[in-house]
């Protein structure tokens, strides 16, 4: 079993480098994903396939790596992310222009899991709609529950002003991930 650990004992310079690491695979992600759609659009595709045929051609890679960042993050800023999803598109394929999200999930994100036990997939699995599919609902059960645990526990001491201030984000955001999920098996169906 996973052991979980609490973001401020996490070595520091560990983290750093884990960020720093999260940043490079993310701008080179975008980099192929820029150049996969200037391909398409030479070749004389439309902009929404030429998106798709880009989208695509990383869509494996995109998931493994966000599977991480879904699984290390901390909880209130995966609130703060998933209130923004609405202007990624219906499947994602706005998400790489909204580059400043993802940089801000990866801010708040460590190497070792602090919320869930849960683990990402490898790009193989993930390019998979199917497999990919089941991580996001267990996902998404997952972090439901933890959000609306913390939303509804009494805060300690410390933690008093910090929880009162993210618990409508961890609400809202459950809601949000739950019609999101709607939204994506509707589409596919």
């Known amino acids: 079993m996973t052991t979980l650990y609490d973001p401020s004992q996490q070595d520091p310079t560990a983290t750093a480098g884990y960020r720093q690491h999260r940043r490079t695979i993310w701008q080179m992600l975008r980099v192929h994903h820029a150049d996969t759609l200037a391909e398409a659009q030479a070749r004389g595709f439309g902009v929404d396939v030429a998106r798709r045929a880009a989208g695509i051609s990383i869509r494996g ?3 493994s790596w966000m599977s991480e960042l879904l699984t290390r993050a901390t909880v209130p800023a995966l609130a703060e992310f998933l209130a923004g999803g609405q202007s990624w598109g219906q499947s994602g394929e706005h998400l790489m222009d909204h580059s400043e ?10 190497p070792l899991p602090t919320w869930t036990v849960l683990g990402p997939l490898a790009p193989a699995h993930a ?16 972090f439901g529950a933890v959000a609306r645990s913390q939303a509804a526990a009494p805060p300690t001491a410390e933690e008093g002003s910090t929880l009162r201030r993210w618990a409508p984000w961890l609400t809202s955001a459950a809601v949000i991930l739950g019609a999101t999920t709607i939204v994506v098996v509707a589409t596919r169906e």
């Open 61 to 63: 890679e995109t998931r």
């Open 101 to 110: 999200a993802v940089v801000r999930l990866i801010d708040h994100s460590y």
């Open 127 to 142: 390019l998979d709609d199917g497999m990919w599919s089941q991580w996001v609902h267990v996902w998404r059960e997952q």
